[in-house]
């Protein structure tokens, strides 16, 4: 039997792997889980004027399976939706504005991009079509020790491919217009990775998908999942930071000895299994591995510095070319890819508890803007945006992978009982895809620990699935 395993951080991904660790496995396995900031990862929030607002990952797209049973099997309620319009600003106009009336959105859309918009929502349909094939295979039993296996698992070798090529080369390639790419789609990927068109298709597809679907978050803050998941399968979690992690051997089998630093000074301790959730990467951590032989490698890659800037306000809306500020009429504007423009977007928003009487503010008023940027903004940059402000609260973050920067996926399996779950990132930054993956770690831990090798990598399961039924 698995006696003790690690996991390292409680973000989404830990959370998460230490809750379908315990499933799998059953419940007498002992789980320590190690947080060097606070259980939730990214998915923080912040406080203005006594209310709490995410400061990040905020919204759950619908066809996120996982996402959707955590919520249930914790209790926890979807947010109460506070409809409100965007817009994207090229730096000197609207390029699109969004109305209340659906068919007008639709016909504007067509009117000045013509097929292109049809043809990206069939592309998007057709890759989320195929993703979703995920959760039978893992209902089923069957994890992957690669991202590439699993990918092509789920869409054989164009997957892979679109992880190495850019969304745009994909959507030009089915008829998507340039100027469609450059207004539209720029604007969706500046606002979700902070990066351009030439994120890989993959991570493009899954980003636009939340774009155009009915997306949803947890009341009370979506880092609630953590806590919960956490609670609910009596993890230990230990309030450290790991430095690394040595290899020793007992009895033919690997044991992995993980080194922290906490506030009481250096500690250490043995686990049959450990999964590592935080990114591995040297500009992230200084994560040692030793004993390893051969040695486990440095990942490659690097991560996009992103600033989320929450600032308490009044909306400078002449910026905007709203010289009246009541006649504002957006709460979310998206950004296209100019030169000048010093933010990715802006958007109104709304704390995470939000009561029935609960209104937004109208844009004369002072309201909670949270603007997302490369570089922290500065006096300037914040009088440009803002008329005049009460507070201004900043968090640097290194979000999200910057995609023009690795060339392969990273590995899932980094020894025998050792995973390595943020590799995902690589593929598509989401809360959703960070929980398939923590499933499918899950999984895969077992079938390994337990020899059950025809649940692993196996060929063709989209026939085999449907003979099981």
């Given at each position: 039997?698995?006696?003790?395993?690690?996991?390292?951080?409680?973000?989404?991904?830990?959370?998460?792997?230490?809750?379908?660790?315990?499933?799998?496995?059953?419940?007498?396995?002992?789980?320590?889980?190690?947080?060097?900031?606070?259980?939730?990862?990214?998915?923080?929030?912040?406080?203005?004027?006594?209310?709490?607002?995410?400061?990040?990952?905020?919204?759950?797209?619908?066809?996120?399976?996982?996402?959707?049973?955590?919520?249930?099997?914790?209790?926890?309620?979807?947010?109460?939706?506070?409809?409100?319009?965007?817009?994207?600003?090229?730096?000197?106009?609207?390029?699109?504005?969004?109305?209340?009336?659906?068919?007008?959105?639709?016909?504007?859309?067509?009117?000045?991009?013509?097929?292109?918009?049809?043809?990206?929502?069939?592309?998007?349909?057709?890759?989320?079509?195929?993703?979703?094939?995920?959760?039978?295979?893992?209902?089923?039993?069957?994890?992957?020790?690669?991202?590439?296996?699993?990918?092509?698992?789920?869409?054989?070798?164009?997957?892979?491919?679109?992880?190495?090529?850019?969304?745009?080369?994909?959507?030009?390639?089915?008829?998507?217009?340039?100027?469609?790419?450059d207004d539209v789609i720029a604007a969706v990927l500046r606002s979700s990775y902070g990066q351009s068109v030439l994120v890989p298709a993959f991570a493009g597809a899954m980003s636009l998908a939340g774009a155009q679907g009915s997306t949803w978050a947890v009341e009370g803050g979506n880092k609630l999942v953590c806590s919960g998941l956490l609670?609910?399968?009596?993890?230990?979690?230990?309030?450290?930071?790991?430095?690394?992690?040595?290899?020793?051997?007992?009895?033919?089998?690997?044991?992995?000895?993980?080194?922290?630093?906490?506030?009481?000074?250096?500690?250490?301790?043995?686990?049959?299994?450990?999964?590592?959730?935080?990114?591995?990467?040297?500009?992230?951590?200084?994560?040692?591995?030793?004993?390893?032989?051969?040695?486990?490698?440095?990942l490659p890659g690097a991560f996009q510095p992103s600033v989320t800037s929450v600032v308490h306000g009044y909306l400078n809306s002449s910026y905007f070319g709203f010289p009246d500020p009541k006649l504002f009429p957006f709460t979310s504007i998206l950004t296209t890819d100019t030169p000048d423009l010093f933010f990715h977007a802006m958007d109104?928003?709304?704390?995470?508890?939000?009561?029935?009487?609960?209104?937004?503010?109208?844009?004369?008023?002072?309201?909670?803007?949270?603007?997302?940027?490369?570089?922290?903004?500065?006096?300037?940059?914040?009088?440009?945006?803002?008329?005049?402000?009460?507070?201004?609260?900043?968090?640097?973050?290194?979000?999200?992978?910057?995609?023009?920067?690795?060339?392969?996926?990273?590995?899932?399996?980094?020894?025998?009982?050792?995973?390595?779950?943020?590799?995902?990132?690589?593929?598509?930054?989401?809360?959703?895809?960070?929980?398939?993956?923590?499933?499918?770690?899950?999984?895969?831990?077992?079938?390994?620990?337990?020899?059950?090798?025809?649940?692993?990598?196996?060929?063709?399961?989209?026939?085999?699935?449907?003979?099981?039924?």
């Open positions: 039997p698995l006696s003790p395993a690690a996991v390292v951080g409680a973000g989404l991904g830990g959370s998460a792997t230490a809750y379908f660790l315990q499933q799998h496995f059953g419940p007498q396995v002992q789980l320590d889980v190690y947080e060097a900031a606070s259980v939730g990862g990214r998915l923080a929030t912040v406080t203005v004027n006594k209310q709490q607002y995410e400061s990040r990952g905020a919204s759950i797209h619908a066809l996120s399976l996982h996402m959707q049973d955590f919520v249930k099997i914790l209790g926890l309620k979807h947010r109460r939706e506070v409809a409100g319009k965007s817009a994207i600003f090229s730096g000197e106009h609207f390029v699109l504005e969004e109305t209340d009336w659906y068919l007008l959105n639709l016909f504007r859309l067509w009117w000045h991009y013509g097929i292109s918009f049809l043809r990206l929502q069939m592309w998007v349909e057709e890759v989320m079509e195929k993703f979703m094939r995920i959760y039978k295979y893992q209902a089923h039993g069957y994890a992957f020790s690669s991202l590439e296996e699993l990918l092509r698992s789920l869409g054989g070798d164009a997957f892979v491919n679109m992880t190495q090529r850019s969304v745009a080369e994909a959507l030009l390639e089915v008829g998507v217009t340039q100027r469609f790419v609670k609910l399968t009596k993890a230990n979690v230990i309030s450290a930071r790991v430095t690394g992690i040595s290899l020793h051997s007992s009895e033919g089998r690997a044991l992995y000895q993980v080194h922290y630093e906490s506030t009481e000074g250096q500690g250490s301790a043995f686990y049959d299994l450990v999964v590592v959730t935080t990114p591995l990467h040297p500009s992230r951590s200084n994560f040692t591995f030793d004993n390893f032989h051969p040695p486990i490698a440095d109104n928003i709304c704390p995470v508890n939000i009561s029935a009487a609960f209104r937004r503010k109208q844009p004369q008023e002072a309201a909670v803007w949270r603007v997302l940027s490369q570089q922290p903004l500065d006096k300037p940059q914040l009088k440009t945006l803002f008329r005049s402000y009460y507070s201004v609260q900043v968090a640097e973050w290194q979000t999200y992978p910057r995609y023009d920067t690795a060339k392969a996926l990273p590995p899932v399996v980094l020894h025998e009982n050792l995973f390595y779950l943020s590799g995902v990132e690589w593929v598509a930054s989401s809360m959703e895809m960070v929980a398939v993956a923590a499933k499918n770690v899950a999984l895969l831990a077992y079938n390994r620990w337990h020899q059950e090798l025809e649940k692993i990598d196996q060929k063709d399961l989209m026939h085999k699935v449907k003979t099981e039924l």
